[in-house]
């Protein structure tokens, strides 16, 4: 296909005719993630060979952007997009940030924008003010509920065997069934702590 035929049909694709198969698919062969081969060649099975349609239409979703494509295949809602696009086009930025800057200074500010605007022009501080509350304070009868094998494994690690030593205890009274266990690993930490002294 020549590049001034191929041009041409990029600029219009309702021109293409069935003789055009053939030489798109050897495009799409060649250069299999060219987004326009592959989209003029779904448009023109689309025309011409239904058949093999849906097969070309799943693998053309893949390296294609879908909703030009779909407007490309489906022609009757091309004048839909025109009068009313589906997604509404965000501000860009002419080329630098003080231009992106401008834009958003010009756009509309919504309430929360205008709340903390407020905020800042009055320059409240803001005080915090520690109580010391029973509450806030953590109890200790709620921390030994927090004992477990693991906690005590990390603290071997971190070789703080006293404290290793007391959740296991803790542990052999609340899980009597594992009482061996504990009292095992109990002996093995005491012996521990007795060579190091």
């Known amino acids: 296909m020549h590049k001034d035929k ?17 030489e798109l698919k050897a495009l ?48 009757q809602y091309k004048e839909r997009k025109e009068e009313k696009p589906i997604v509404e086009e965000l501000p860009i930025a002419a080329g630098d940030y003080f231009s992106y800057i401008e834009i958003e200074n010009n756009s509309p500010k919504n309430k929360t924008d205008e709340l903390i605007d407020s905020f800042i ?9 520690a109580e010391k509350d029973e509450q806030s304070l953590p109890n200790r009868q709620e921390e030994d509920e927090y004992f477990s094998e693991t906690l005590a494994k990390i603290y071997i690690k971190q070789k703080k065997y ?14 009597p069934e594992k009482s061996i266990y504990f009292a095992d690993q ?7 702590v007795n060579n190091k002294k």
């Open 121 to 129: 022009q009055k320059k409240e501080k803001i005080k915090f003010v």
């Open 162 to 175: 006293d404290k290793a030593i007391k959740i296991f205890e803790k542990l052999s009274l609340k899980y």
């Open 6 to 22: 191929l041009i041409q049909l990029v600029a219009n694709p309702e021109k293409l005719q069935q003789q055009n198969l053939q």
């Open 186 to 192: 109990i002996r093995f930490l005491t012996i521990i």
């Open 28 to 75: 799409v062969f060649d250069y299999s993630y060219c987004q326009t081969f592959q989209m003029l060649y779904a448009k023109v099975l689309s025309l011409y060979d239904k058949s093999t349609f849906d097969e070309q239409l799943a693998r053309t979703a893949l390296f294609v952007n879908r909703i030009q494509l779909f407007y490309l295949i489906n022609e």
